[in-house]
């Protein structure tokens, strides 16, 4: 129902009026009287007895007669909800869209057939070709894919879903943006031909996204590509739920109770029986973990078709580096990089630029005293919007005319972060090239052919047509030094999505030490040595997802109660807590991995006792992606 309380959160029964008898179907949506109120809800299952031993009160207007919720996505719903600590009805309302009436007066069509590819390139993968057998006999493999790099992997996956509706199962495949969704779209089509996919996608708006949902509903198509809500697609017979990148944090819902889509995946492929991919360039130590507890196998190729396929990648960031530079180590980029660019562009190839941050020079510092650069009337941090342009607040976007130094009086700034605009004017004076920008406000879907340079932020580098002759990871510290759990694993990831576009004959310059072993994972092209690694570092200091971890975020002091409410025999431990801001704060409970499913169950069970109190609301994550 439409009822998100905590305390609500169970089936209900109804009697069904004579007039609707045969019409009212399970996964179609109803209207039923709720108190006072006239509310929405699904009808999850017919019985001819009820349990109840009150009056039954009437089913008041069947609202649709078309099943738009599955048993499995029922179940699954179910089973989300319980995992996130969270209630039925929210998960629901990320798994159907709204109702469009007029998609539902369409005419169905007809479900085409779907040849099995060849899917040759799986190949080159140890237990590639293997994992395709898997599918082409109607088997459940499960895997972690690590791809190559240049790899086209949105075929790839096409290659998969392909093979399996081939045998008769439906595939579900997720991606992180609407980008990838774009090209992931396209590589359907050249594989499986015209009408026998959808996509889905908030992008697509009302009306699509429920015409591409009904499809799936009704058979017309077994395959659904989309971003997170795919991953509750109505796809009958569910044979394979893949999912791209999962270490991209678009994969994380925003709305309550915050699942991950990879999560949704795994526990949709346990309760259908199907295979499941998890696939990307780099790889999670929540991947990883699916490795060692012997869930999944992993998809890697070996040494040797790395060596072919893998650009020539040279860190310069070490001291002995810094000191054979011509530069003395004082430019932003060393002449290693700035001679791999030059190459590149002599061969009329482009070259990709990776910087951390957008905008022109997003934070400053005093030029006297290297003091952080505020606004004098919010405190906020000050950028530069331009060039000879004065410093602006980031906070209160006030232009700071007359800015002074509060530690040492001074007037002038320096740049701490240099942004994409900055770095592409200064690239344009250096080499005299075409220098365009990829961020996420201008983002470019394919990069300029020839002589060009594109200086793109993480995520949104635009592939190049024949691929890129350099690649430069610039102001890599941004990324390392960030105050996160994840950081050297988003930090591999994104340079490992860059690197990835380059040719197998380019140079890869990263300017951090070699001696980094996030930096020695990119070098030998290994990501799963770094998740094994990242994943023992957790293991021994007892974070996620060795150990399961619930984040309380509510107003002074509801966390605390709320976590004093939790059976003492969970033995859940509490880290904190620590203040958001005047008003609220936020608690970590940390528990064994194996009694996560408990956690979950009390802390649903308390929260929705406050909530029958009257209580404040105290927002529940469970595995927050921000630990730190």
């Known amino acids: 129902m439409d009822r998100p309380l905590p305390q609500l959160d169970r089936l209900f029964d109804y009697r069904i009026p004579e007039d609707l008898q045969g019409l009212v179907r399970p996964g179609c949506r109803v209207r039923v009287r709720f108190g006072r109120r006239k509310i929405s809800g699904y009808v999850i299952g017919l019985k001819h007895t009820s349990d109840f031993d009150g009056k039954l009160l009437w089913l008041s207007e069947l609202v649709s007669p078309q099943p738009v919720l599955t048993p499995e996505v029922a179940r699954l719903a179910r089973a989300v909800a319980d995992r996130y600590a969270g209630t039925l009805t929210d998960v629901l309302r990320l798994a159907v869209p709204q109702r469009r009436k007029k998609v539902e007066d369409e005419e169905p069509g007809e479900a085409r057939p779907v040849t099995a590819p060849a899917a040759v390139q799986w190949k080159r993968y140890i237990a590639g070709d293997a994992f395709l057998r898997a599918l082409r006999a109607a088997k459940s493999p499960k895997a972690v894919w690590s791809a190559l790099p240049g790899e086209d992997w949105p075929t790839r996956l096409a290659e998969a879903a392909a093979t399996t509706a081939a045998a008769g199962r439906g595939a579900v495949l997720v991606v992180p943006d609407q980008a990838d969704l774009d090209r992931l779209d396209a590589a359907l089509g050249a594989v499986l031909g015209p009408d026998r996919h959808v996509t889905l996608s908030a992008q697509l708006g009302p009306t699509k996204r429920y015409r591409a949902f009904l499809r799936a509903a009704r058979g017309e198509v077994r395959i659904v590509a989309g971003t997170r809500a795919a991953a509750f697609a109505p796809v009958a017979g569910l044979g394979l739920a893949a999912i791209w990148d999962d270490g991209d944090e678009s994969h994380v819902d925003r709305h309550a109770p915050y699942p991950h889509a990879r999560e949704i995946l795994l526990t949709r492929a346990e309760l259908a029986d199907a295979a499941c991919l998890v696939g ?69 190839l482009p070259v990709l630029v990776q910087v951390p941050r957008r905008g022109y020079v997003p934070a400053v510092s005093c030029q006297r005293c290297r003091a952080r650069a505020v606004c004098p009337h919010c405190s906020g941090p000050l950028r530069l919007p331009g060039a000879r342009r004065a410093p602006v607040c980031g906070w209160c976007g006030r232009a700071a005319e007359d800015f002074r130094c509060r530690e040492c009086g001074s007037n002038r700034v320096r740049a701490r972060v240099i942004g994409a605009e900055r770095t592409a004017e200064e690239l344009a004076q250096a080499f005299g090239a075409t220098v365009v920008e990829s961020t996420g406000e201008r983002r470019l879907d394919v990069a300029p052919a020839g002589r060009s340079v594109v200086v793109a932020t993480p995520g949104v580098e635009p592939p190049a047509p024949e691929g890129y002759g350099a690649v430069l990871l610039l102001d890599t510290w941004a990324l390392l030094t960030r105050a996160e759990l994840t950081a050297s694993e988003e930090a591999l990831r994104r340079w490992m999505h860059a690197v990835a576009l380059a040719r197998p004959d380019a140079t890869a310059v990263v300017v951090a030490d070699g001696g980094l072993p996030v930096v020695q994972a990119l070098m030998r092209w290994d990501p799963g040595w770094h998740a094994a690694r990242e994943l023992a570092e957790r293991a021994e200091l007892g974070f996620p997802p060795v150990m399961k971890m619930a984040a309380l975020t509510g107003p002074n002091g509801a966390p605390e109660k709320l976590a004093a409410d939790l059976p003492p025999d969970l033995g859940a431990e509490a880290i904190g807590p620590i203040p958001v801001d005047e008003a609220s704060e936020r608690l970590l409970l940390r528990v064994r991995r194996r009694d996560g499913a408990a956690l979950a169950a009390a802390l649903a069970a308390a929260n929705a006792a406050r909530a029958a109190e009257k209580a404040e609301p105290v927002r529940i994550q469970i595995d927050p992606r921000e630990i730190l």
């Not at 396929?309 to 004082?330: F, L």
């Open 280 to 348: 990307g360039h780099a790889r999670t130590p929540q991947a990883q973990l699916l490795v060692d507890a012997d869930w999944a196998a992993e998809v890697t190729a070996s040494r040797r078709e790395i060596r072919s396929t893998a650009p020539r990648i040279v860190p310069v960031g070490d001291e002995s580096d810094m000191a054979r530079d011509p530069s003395g180590g004082t430019a932003r980029l060393p002449t290693v990089a700035w001679e791999a660019a030059k190459a590149a562009l002599d061969r009329e």
